[in-house]
């Protein structure tokens, strides 16, 4: 199976030589790497073109500035392998990182979409790992919980890797403007409303790299920049819903059925459980709540005929 890497980079001549090197370095062979420069200002360009002269593997795309979700888009639309690895310009990965996601790719023909764990690098140096027991878990669906509780399941751009049967649903993906940063959380909200089944590989194999301009990582939040980010979060749900039409019609008492029966798929973590447990009970106390203001509505409606 080809493996395509899509390396968005914006003003990172400093870091991307030593992405693209991480990729050509792996002990996996069959990659073709597209690395997209999102319109830099520093001297990227000579540095991405250097690279695509001595290495056939790289396409290089030079774009004006849109930001990183155009970055995404551009790359995937260029893209021929079957499945799409995303790294940012600063990060690296493992030297077989791509062999063993891969390997569970080929191995689980229903994973549809895959992170791993990460290690920091730079200014701080930690493993995350999320509290998974096994070394390669199979979460099964996160649609529904992801519709009504809005969670983001997954870990940074660098670790994320989707088959390309599941991006070709929802690849274009709108509001590039919305997401000029951060565009991972589109990547990981819409491949769970998508219901594309995900996995998580207990591994730290790709060096997430924590410098000064890191445009999430130790930053402060903005209320105003979140309350943005809640409409545009808004805006991307609503388009999923009304290309997957289940979140049209499930409701009340089939939502909570629909809802248990997603939390059995897979292995969940407590903390995934937890999160089913509170939208189960949220869910029924609506249910009791609409079916009280019906009965109540009747009762005032037999009370003005009489």
Not at 26 to 35: A, D, F, G, R
Not at 77 to 92: I, K
Not at 223 to 252: M, N, W
Request: aromatic share 12%; hydrophobic share 35%.
């Amino acid at each position: 199976m080809l493996a395509s890497v899509l390396i968005n980079n914006y003003n990172y001549a400093s870091f991307v030589e030593e992405a693209v090197v991480s990729v050509l370095n792996q002990t996996y062979s069959k990659i073709e790497i597209i690395l997209v420069d999102d319109g830099s200002t520093d001297n990227s360009r000579d540095c991405i073109e250097k690279l695509a002269a001595a290495h056939k593997s790289i396409t290089p795309v030079f774009k004006s500035n849109g930001g990183q979700l155009s970055a995404f888009n551009a790359g995937v639309n260029l893209a021929r392998g079957e499945v799409l690895f995303f790294l940012d310009a600063d990060d690296l990965y493992h030297k077989d990182y791509i062999e063993k996601a891969m390997a569970i790719y080929r191995e689980h023909p229903t994973c549809d979409f895959m992170f791993c764990a990460l290690e920091q690098c730079g200014a701080s140096n930690q493993q995350v790992i999320q509290p998974f027991s096994d070394r390669v878990t199979d979460l099964g669906y996160t649609g529904l919980i992801t519709y009504t509780r809005q969670l983001w399941i997954g870990e940074p751009t660098s670790t994320l890797s989707i088959r390309r049967s599941l991006a070709d649903q929802f690849f274009p993906i709108p509001y590039e403007q919305d997401w000029r940063i951060r565009a991972d959380d589109c990547l990981i909200w819409l491949a769970s409303l998508y219901n594309g089944r995900k996995f998580y590989l207990k591994e730290p194999l790709v060096f997430y790299r924590i410098h000064g301009n890191n445009q999430f990582f130790g930053r402060k939040k903005n209320p105003t920049e979140e309350h943005y980010r809640d409409l545009c979060r808004a805006k991307l749900f609503t388009q999923a819903s009304e290309q997957v039409k289940q979140y049209q019609y499930i409701r009340g008492y089939h939502l909570y059925k629909a809802l248990l029966q997603e939390a059995a798929t897979g292995t969940k973590n407590e903390d995934l459980l937890k999160k089913y447990r509170f939208a189960l009970k949220k869910n029924q106390e609506v249910s009791i709540l609409s079916r009280w203001k019906y009965r109540n509505r009747i009762k005032k409606m037999l009370r003005t005929l009489a």
